[in-house]
């Protein structure tokens, strides 16, 4: 991958965002834009992602109990997280009509887990996956990966293949943040395909993306999936994108979500917090769609068609994830005001 330079976000670039409260969305305001975004033309679904979703309090009520109430109104509700507390949630996450759960999964080393996490214990994580996964709970895993730190793949894939799940691996995308250290960690997925998971595999699946990228998917024998995506097929000739100073620094196209953050503004646009714009669920669904509009144009129908709402409900993480052997991290929300834990200097695990 060619590694182009593109301007960190400071005070003074359209990327930057002030440091945000530390206060977690309200569950009245939570409802409200999930009602929003329905009446608007959207799908009833929710994404509860970035940060660590289930560190949400309000009302008296957890993160079981805000999904709860979006499934009771009609909602699918998918939850991302870093798995920190599954060994608590996940009787309580099995009872509460949540529609899939995401967890982030790098390593199953203990020691580059924590190195990576910089607050991770990995004997109570996999508790909680293991407990989750004996549950039923309808678990899907993503992983990163890093050169030289792929040998355990096959550990993971036992788990999988054992309890019929998912995993989504990911290569590491380059961003100015860990431009020095991106040659030395960036592992292509192809040969670790090839060497771990293609021996298990019964058949795979192309499935085509209307926007964004498609993916192949490896159906293991005896059951378990692992998924990648193929190269970026984004179209950014269309503003806002065409002439955006972060173009070579983002995943997705422009409109692939509506995030809205514990503040109540939304945006299409994960990098450039310039484009956000106040959320009014007392104005109803006629104010949104026009601020859709103008931002989407034709491209609107589809957007709601086929479009997410991604309520981001905490401002802050348990966990400050960074690249194994040094302080730069991959988290693309670093850069949006938000708190994250100061890491403790942890010596390097051997590859």
């Given at each position: 991958m060619t590694q182009t330079t593109v301007p960190a976000p400071t005070s003074s670039t359209p990327g930057a965002a002030r440091e945000m409260p530390r206060q977690p969305m309200r569950l009245p305001a939570a409802l409200a834009a999930a009602r929003l975004w329905r009446a608007a033309g959207g799908p009833a679904?929710?994404?509860?992602?970035?940060?660590?979703?289930?560190?949400?309090?309000?009302?008296?009520?957890?993160?079981?109990?805000?999904?709860?109430?979006?499934?009771?109104?009609?909602?699918?509700?998918?939850?991302?997280?870093?798995?920190?507390?599954?060994?608590?949630?996940?009787?309580?996450l099995g009872r509460c009509g949540l529609s899939r759960l995401r967890v982030s999964w790098h390593t199953t080393d203990p020691a580059l887990f924590r190195q990576i996490t910089g607050f991770g214990d990995y004997a109570r994580f996999e508790r909680g996956i293991t407990r989750a996964a004996a549950l039923g709970l309808p678990l899907a895993f993503n992983r990163l990966l890093f050169k030289d730190r792929c040998e355990d793949l096959p550990r993971q894939l036992d788990f999988i293949q054992h309890h019929g799940l998912r995993l989504k691996l990911y290569d590491l995308y380059w961003t100015p943040a860990i431009a020095a250290d991106y040659g030395r960690l960036y592992q292509p997925w192809a040969p670790i395909i090839r060497r771990h998971v293609l021996p298990r595999t019964a058949r795979i699946e192309r499935v085509r993306k209307a926007s964004g990228r498609s993916r192949l998917r490896f159906h293991l024998h005896g059951g378990g999936v692992v998924e990648v995506k193929?190269?970026?097929?984004?179209?950014?000739?269309?503003?806002?994108?065409?002439?955006?100073?972060?173009?070579?620094?983002c995943l997705e196209s422009h409109g692939d979500y509506l995030r809205v953050d514990p503040r109540l503004q939304a945006s299409l646009c994960y990098l450039r917090h310039d484009l956000a714009f106040p959320l009014d669920p007392a104005g109803g669904a006629g104010p949104l769609r026009a601020s859709l509009a103008a931002r989407l144009g034709p491209a609107l129908p589809a957007f709601l068609r086929q479009g997410c709402l991604r309520l981001i409900i905490v401002p802050f993480c348990n966990q400050h994830c960074s690249l194994p052997g040094s302080a730069g991290t991959w988290c693309l929300k670093a850069s949006g005001g938000y708190h994250y834990p100061r890491r403790e200097r942890l010596p390097t695990p051997a590859p």
């Open positions: 679904e929710v994404e509860l992602g970035a940060l660590e979703p289930t560190l949400w309090r309000d009302s008296g009520l957890e993160i079981d109990g805000l999904i709860s109430r979006l499934a009771q109104e009609g909602f699918r509700v998918n939850l991302t997280t870093n798995g920190s507390t599954l060994h608590r949630l996940a009787d309580r193929l190269g970026s097929q984004v179209d950014r000739s269309a503003e806002p994108c065409r002439r955006c100073p972060f173009q070579k620094a």
